[in-house]
């Protein structure tokens, strides 16, 4: 499936009262998974724990 046909699915499958924003926020959230999904196949992923590491740095003096 092509990118256009999965975003004329995701439109397809709002109601058909959807706004302009509902609809653009539908796309928008389409995009991200399909981008975290590519990250996960080329293992572009961080565990919990080096999440939770480098979220506890922010809080370091540099």
Do not use: C, F
């Amino acid at each position: 499936m092509t990118p256009k046909d999965h975003l004329i699915r995701a439109i397809q499958d709002l109601p058909a009262d959807s706004t302009y924003d509902e609809i653009l926020q539908e796309l928008a959230l389409a995009r991200m998974i399909e981008r975290g999904l590519a990250d996960s196949d080329a293992g572009r992923i961080l565990s919990q724990e080096e999440m939770s590491a480098w979220v506890d740095s922010w809080d370091e003096p540099e």
